[in-house]
């Protein structure tokens, strides 16, 4: 067995969201040189259930395993007969995390450092679009780069955020954001102070507000915006049911409710 390989493997997957405690299943499937194997790993996002399924495959040529790709099933607590799935590819750059994976899934955008096919890195804003999905039934992610215009920060210093005032909270506050996160935001009017929770927004180049109850406050939205929006949601219903089977937070950020199983080998 090639060790090295092993501690490799060990460390994709730990930085990749799942944790360090696969490595005896790993070291397992590599002694016996099996070609193909998975490996599952069960968690949950508030009330939300998480099934992560991760590929992986031996070289023909050499002793060396790679981690190909995972596929995530989410479960709603009030929708328990249907799961959606999306299948993210490992590549050589900055991974998509099991987090921000489930972030996409929600609708919500995260940003990356990503690698081009000639090994250039390039930074976007990810996205995915529910009305759109390719031969394997994974909805298609929408890329929205840096010449395209859209500025966090200064999105941000368009609204009364209390958090801004502190580079500290600040810079908590844009990291979250930039993971796809749903992030509390403390708002400030005319003396008054109030928790709202905010999301980035860069097809629009914008951030979303929603109150205590999760409804958009923002009334500023377009009427073009709201329709996009409106249709994105009701494509996503739709797929729902057609689809074929293929903490890093800043501070005030609700908790996510993780539970730890063993390590499944398929």
């Not at 951030?207 to 409106?230: F, L, P």
């Amino acid at each position: 067995m090639n060790h090295k390989n092993l501690e490799y493997l060990k460390d994709q997957i730990k930085y990749t969201g799942f944790g360090e405690g696969f490595e005896a299943p790993l070291k397992r499937m590599m002694e016996i040189e099996k070609p193909v194997f998975k490996l599952v790993h069960e968690t949950q996002f508030g009330t939300d259930k998480v099934e992560a399924r991760m590929n992986f495959s031996k070289s023909k040529q050499t002793d060396m395993y790679f981690f190909n790709s995972y596929q995530v099933s989410v479960q709603k607590e009030n929708n328990p007969d249907e799961a959606m799935k999306q299948t993210f590819y490992i590549n050589k750059g900055n991974n998509i995390t099991l987090k921000e994976a489930y972030n996409l899934m929600e609708g919500r955008s995260v940003n990356k450092d990503l690698t081009n096919k000639e090994g250039q890195l390039y930074n976007a804003w990810l996205q995915m679009d529910f009305k759109q999905s390719d031969d394997n039934g994974n909805f298609k992610i929408q890329q929205y780069h840096q010449n395209y215009g859209y500025d966090l920060e200064a999105t941000l210093s368009k609204h009364p955020i209390k958090e801004l005032e502190n580079e500290t909270y600040k810079s908590n506050l844009i990291d979250s954001l930039k993971k796809g996160n749903l992030q509390s935001a403390t708002f400030q009017n005319e003396g008054s102070e109030q928790k709202q929770y905010i999301e980035a927004n860069p097809r629009f180049k914008t951030i979303n507000i929603y109150d205590s109850n999760m409804q958009r406050v923002d009334n500023r939205q377009s009427k073009t915006e709201k329709q996009s929006e409106a249709q994105s949601r009701s494509a996503k219903q739709e797929h729902k049911g057609q689809q074929q089977p293929i903490a890093d937070e800043a501070p005030d950020i609700p908790k996510a409710k993780k539970k730890r199983k063993r390590p499944i080998i398929t």
